[in-house]
């Protein structure tokens, strides 16, 4: 079972807004709106998959990597390295 299992119906509510918000950025671009009111609809929408970014990353940490460490083992060293590795693209974005 996932980390996010419990937390589903959420992130797919969230992540169905997002979809919402990058189509009316395509309309905004296909009618020729003011450069600045898109790129504010672009640090919403990218504000909003950084907000399910950060959710998934910790239930990630709370149900997957918590297990692992728990049971130990180089599965656990791999779990933490995989982690850091999200965190780091997630800091580099």
Do not use: F, W
């Amino acid at each position: 079972m996932n980390g996010y299992a419990g937390n589903k119906d959420d992130y797919l509510a969230r992540l169905r807004r997002v979809e919402g918000q990058v189509r009316g950025l395509q309309r905004m671009v296909v009618e020729d709106k003011y450069c600045i009111d898109i790129l504010t609809q672009v640090s919403a929408a990218t504000r909003a998959l950084q907000s399910v970014a950060l959710g998934l990353l910790e239930d990630h940490l709370g149900h997957c990597v918590a297990h692992a460490v728990a049971e130990g083992g180089p599965g656990a060293d791999e779990k933490v390295r995989e982690a850091s590795a999200a965190i780091a693209r997630l800091v580099r974005s």
